[in-house]
């Protein structure tokens, strides 16, 4: 089963773009330097807000990952555009 990790956060409608520019540099480079992300969704919710989910093979293969953000530059470039984040992780049940 997949494991996700999902957060939410709320973007100024002006910073969209570049954020789009800059998420897509971080999933790269940790695509580049770990193995088992199978998946990445960002969705804008009614309310203006997006839910960013990250789909891994396994949770160790997340963990490595997480340890190392530290290393990645491109983590608080992505990150400084967001505001209220909050963070999950989780199992992924069912999918149909």
Do not use: C
């Amino acid at each position: 089963m997949s494991v996700v990790r999902s957060h939410t956060y709320r973007v100024d409608p002006s910073d969209v773009a570049q954020l789009l520019e800059r998420r897509a540099a971080l999933v790269s480079a940790i695509r580049a330097r770990h193995a088992g992300l199978s998946a990445v969704k960002l969705i804008r919710l009614e309310d203006g807000s997006y839910t960013d989910t990250w789909y891994w093979d396994s949770a160790e293969q997340l963990a490595a990952a997480l340890a190392a953000i530290p290393s990645f530059g491109e983590a608080p470039l992505a990150m400084a555009l967001t505001r209220d984040g909050t963070a999950q992780n989780g199992v992924l049940v069912d999918e149909l």
